[in-house]
Each structure stands twice: as structure tokens, then as C-alpha cells.
């Protein structure tokens, strides 16, 4: 078996210490890290859907996550090496919305916008849509970044908006929703600025949107 493919596989079956180990193999053998990443979302993802159809349980799934994020930790300083210095492109504010603590996702939008030059406060899983909001302000935030995991949270991140619309901030912040149930049309639904369906595409996605944002500001003065 492949080295990708024994990695994705120790994931699925939530053996940390071998995903662990892989990883590092992975990453000594200069393997391109956001491809080793694609590929673990797969894998887990696939955990997702046997979990759905009763293959495996909860606890199979909480240790093929834990074996994800431990298997994170030698990958995420590969994805820093590809930082290309660029620096100031924006801050955003990133969490998972209220009743979800899925983060696994976010962590990596997190990181990925961080090596591309995004000041990122990250509020954690479970957050309430007030305090996206409040510490949105706090931080003078372009950008809104909200994640859900599961079509009962996604609501949470329409009250993002509506809470911004009343409070006469909507124009304020850029925001943008994602998480795998999210989709273009929800987005769409709700008033999303925009959304992506990984976190490759959030940067780009992201980039542009700041780079529009600063040129009507400049237009603007
Ligand atoms: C791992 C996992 C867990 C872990 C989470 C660990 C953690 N700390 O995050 C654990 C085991 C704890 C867990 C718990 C539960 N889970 Co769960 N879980 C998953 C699983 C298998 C993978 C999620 C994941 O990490 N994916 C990998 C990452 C990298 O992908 P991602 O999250 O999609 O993120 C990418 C993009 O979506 C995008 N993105 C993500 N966020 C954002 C945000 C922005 C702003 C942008 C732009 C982009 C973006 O970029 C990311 C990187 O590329 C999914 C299956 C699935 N198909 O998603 C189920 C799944 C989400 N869980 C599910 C369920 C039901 C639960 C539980 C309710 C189970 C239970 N009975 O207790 C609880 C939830 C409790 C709660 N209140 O939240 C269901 C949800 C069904 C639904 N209603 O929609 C799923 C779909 C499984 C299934 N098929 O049934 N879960």
C-alpha cells in the first residue's frame, strides 16, 4: 500500500500513533501537504458516511477525528513553509456556530489563511452569533468566518447576518460561511458574501473579496 494510503487508512481507523507516524514519513518525503490534507478530509469524510449508514459508531468516529488532529501537527509546519510572505491581507474572525463542535475543518481554514498572510482569531467551536460579532468589532475584523458541520447548526450562521442586519453592521464585515453541508445555494439563501467548499478556495475566495474591498475603499476616499 501506497504511504498516502496507509496514513488515510490509519486515520480512518483512529490509530493516532501510526497516523502520527505516517505523517512525519509523509512530510520527510517532501509529499505536497495540502495534497496529504486533501486526502485525510476524504478519508475521514468517508468515516462520516459509514458512520451514517451504521458501519461504525461514535466512538470509531472521536478516534478517527483525534487520529486526524494529531496527524495534523507534522503536516501544519510544511503548510507554513509554503508561506510566501505576504503579509497584511486582512483579519478575520473564524468560528463553528452555536450547537456544533466540529472544528477539525476550521482548524485548517484557520491555518491555511494564516501562511497566506490573514491575521486569525480563531473563537473555537460552539459559538454563539452575538460573539462572533461582538469580538468582530473588538478586533476591527474585515472578514466573518462562519463554520457549520451538521444542516441542524447551519441556522447559526444565518443569525449571523439577520443579528447584523439589525444591529446596522452588514456592510461592515465580509461574510463568509463553509463546513460540508453548507453549499453555494445556502450561502446564496441567507446573504452570504461568500463560501467555499475547502480551505484552499477560502484563500482564494478571501483574497479576492479583500482585494475588491480595498479598491472601493481607495475609490472611496
Ligand atoms: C470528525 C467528525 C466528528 C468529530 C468532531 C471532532 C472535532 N473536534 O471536530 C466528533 C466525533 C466529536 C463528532 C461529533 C458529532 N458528529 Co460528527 N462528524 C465528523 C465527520 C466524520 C468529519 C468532519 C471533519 O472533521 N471533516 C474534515 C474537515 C477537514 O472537513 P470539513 O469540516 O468539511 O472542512 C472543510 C470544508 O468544509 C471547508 N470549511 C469548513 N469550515 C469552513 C468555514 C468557512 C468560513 C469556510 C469558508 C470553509 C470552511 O474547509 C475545510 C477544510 O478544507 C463528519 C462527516 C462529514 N461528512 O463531514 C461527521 C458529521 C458532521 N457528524 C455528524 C453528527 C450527527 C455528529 C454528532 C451529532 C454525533 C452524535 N450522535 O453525538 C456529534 C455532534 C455533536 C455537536 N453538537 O456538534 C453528522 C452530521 C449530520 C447532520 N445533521 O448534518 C456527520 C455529517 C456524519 C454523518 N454522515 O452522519 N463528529
Same mark, same amino acid.
Given at each position: 500500500m501506497e504511504l498516502l494510503e496507509r496514513l488515510v487508512q490509519a486515520v480512518q481507523d483512529g490509530e493516532a500513533e501510526d497516523a502520527v507516524a505516517l505523517a512525519e514519513e509523509a512530510m520527510a518525503a517532501q509529499m505536497d501537504p495540502l495534497a496529504v490534507v486533501d486526502a485525510l478530509t476524504e478519508g475521514i469524510r468517508e468515516v462520516g458516511n459509514r458512520f451514517e449508514r451504521m458501519e461504525v459508531f461514535l466512538p470509531e468516529m472521536m478516534l478517527a477525528a483525534q487520529a486526524m488532529q494529531k496527524a495534523m501537527e507534522p503536516i501544519s509546519p510544511c503548510l507554513e513553509g509554503?508561506? @510566501? &510572505?505576504? @503579509? &497584511?491581507k486582512g483579519t478575520i474572525v473564524l468560528g463553528t456556530v452555536e450547537g456544533d463542535i466540529h472544528e477539525i475543518g476550521k482548524h485548517i481554514v484557520a491555518l491555511l489563511l494564516e501562511v497566506n498572510g490573514f491575521a486569525v482569531h480563531d473563537l473555537g467551536p460552539d459559538v454563539n452569533a452575538l460573539d462572533f460579532i461582538k469580538r468582530a468589532q473588538e478586533v476591527k475584523a474585515d472578514i466573518i468566518g462562519a463554520s457549520a458541520l451538521m444542516t441542524t447548526t447551519m441556522p447559526g450562521q444565518q443569525e449571523i447576518i439577520e443579528l447584523l442586519k439589525d444591529m446596522g453592521l452588514r456592510d461592515t464585515f465580509h461574510v463568509t460561511v463553509g463546513g460540508t453541508p453548507v453549499t453555494q445555494e445556502w450561502a446564496e439563501e441567507i446573504g452570504a458574501d461568500s463560501w467555499a467548499e475547502n480551505a484552499s478556495q477560502a484563500v482564494a475566495i478571501l483574497e479576492e473579496a479583500m482585494g475588491e474591498r480595498r479598491g472601493h475603499a481607495s475609490t472611496a476616499l
Amino acid at each position: 500500500m501506497e504511504l498516502l494510503e496507509r496514513l488515510v487508512q490509519a486515520v480512518q481507523d483512529g490509530e493516532a500513533e501510526d497516523a502520527v507516524a505516517l505523517a512525519e514519513e509523509a512530510m520527510a518525503a517532501q509529499m505536497d501537504p495540502l495534497a496529504v490534507v486533501d486526502a485525510l478530509t476524504e478519508g475521514i469524510r468517508e468515516v462520516g458516511n459509514r458512520f451514517e449508514r451504521m458501519e461504525v459508531f461514535l466512538p470509531e468516529m472521536m478516534l478517527a477525528a483525534q487520529a486526524m488532529q494529531k496527524a495534523m501537527e507534522p503536516i501544519s509546519p510544511c503548510l507554513e513553509g509554503i508561506k @510566501e &510572505g505576504r @503579509e &497584511g491581507k486582512g483579519t478575520i474572525v473564524l468560528g463553528t456556530v452555536e450547537g456544533d463542535i466540529h472544528e477539525i475543518g476550521k482548524h485548517i481554514v484557520a491555518l491555511l489563511l494564516e501562511v497566506n498572510g490573514f491575521a486569525v482569531h480563531d473563537l473555537g467551536p460552539d459559538v454563539n452569533a452575538l460573539d462572533f460579532i461582538k469580538r468582530a468589532q473588538e478586533v476591527k475584523a474585515d472578514i466573518i468566518g462562519a463554520s457549520a458541520l451538521m444542516t441542524t447548526t447551519m441556522p447559526g450562521q444565518q443569525e449571523i447576518i439577520e443579528l447584523l442586519k439589525d444591529m446596522g453592521l452588514r456592510d461592515t464585515f465580509h461574510v463568509t460561511v463553509g463546513g460540508t453541508p453548507v453549499t453555494q445555494e445556502w450561502a446564496e439563501e441567507i446573504g452570504a458574501d461568500s463560501w467555499a467548499e475547502n480551505a484552499s478556495q477560502a484563500v482564494a475566495i478571501l483574497e479576492e473579496a479583500m482585494g475588491e474591498r480595498r479598491g472601493h475603499a481607495s475609490t472611496a476616499l
